[in-house]
């Protein structure tokens, strides 16, 4: 066994907003945000703005602990962002992202009730990027929305 599994979580609002504007109504500061019109790394433009929040690194095998990590100051926030979805169109989603290696302990990717609640009362969607690894470290991604 190696430990080179690993996840991590975090939170993202796409649409067609002023991250800032954002920043200000939540009072929370985003890791990452980008504009519509703002320079991707290929040189390409966004044509949607991009909020991210929460970033959880800290891998738990039991990947609801950094879930729970990633919403806990986005719950007490709920109506905000029910009234920021309905007013502007966004979209929300509870981003998951493991790299399993396949020789080693996989995690328990089980949302809690608490954050099924939040995600269906903010209308979140879970996506699960899952990248898998066997033990000659060759990558086959596979993603699943729900």
């Known amino acids: 066994m190696t430990d080179k599994t690993s996840c991590y979580t975090y939170f993202i609002i796409t ?7 954002l920043t ?9 945000q980008w ?3 703002d320079e991707k790394k290929n040189g390409k433009k966004f044509d949607f703005a991009a ?7 800290v891998y738990d095998v039991l990947v ?7 919403l806990k100051e986005l719950i007490p926030k709920k109506e905000k962002l029910k ?14 992202v493991p790299s399993i290696y396949i020789d080693e302990v996989h995690p328990c990717i089980s949302p809690s009730k608490e954050v099924i609640d939040f ?3 903010t209308e ?5 990027d899952y990248y898998v690894y066997d033990s000659r470290d060759e990558e086959c991604q596979i993603t699943e929305k729900s």
Not at 15 to 21: L, M, Q, S, T
Not at 51 to 57: D, H, N, Q
Request: some cysteine; glycine content about 6%; hydrophobic content about 35%.
């Open 51 to 57: 909020w991210k929040f929460g970033l959880c690194e």
């Open 119 to 121: 995600c269906s009362e």
């Open 64 to 70: 609801e602990n950094q879930m729970h990590s990633t």
């Open 83 to 96: 009234h920021l979805k309905a007013e502007f169109d966004l979209s929300f989603s509870l981003e998951i």
């Open 15 to 21: 649409g067609n907003f002023e991250p800032d504007d």
């Open 124 to 128: 979140t969607a879970i996506d699960i």
């Open 35 to 37: 504009r519509i019109g």
């Open 24 to 32: 200000r109504y939540l009072n929370l500061k985003p890791f990452e």
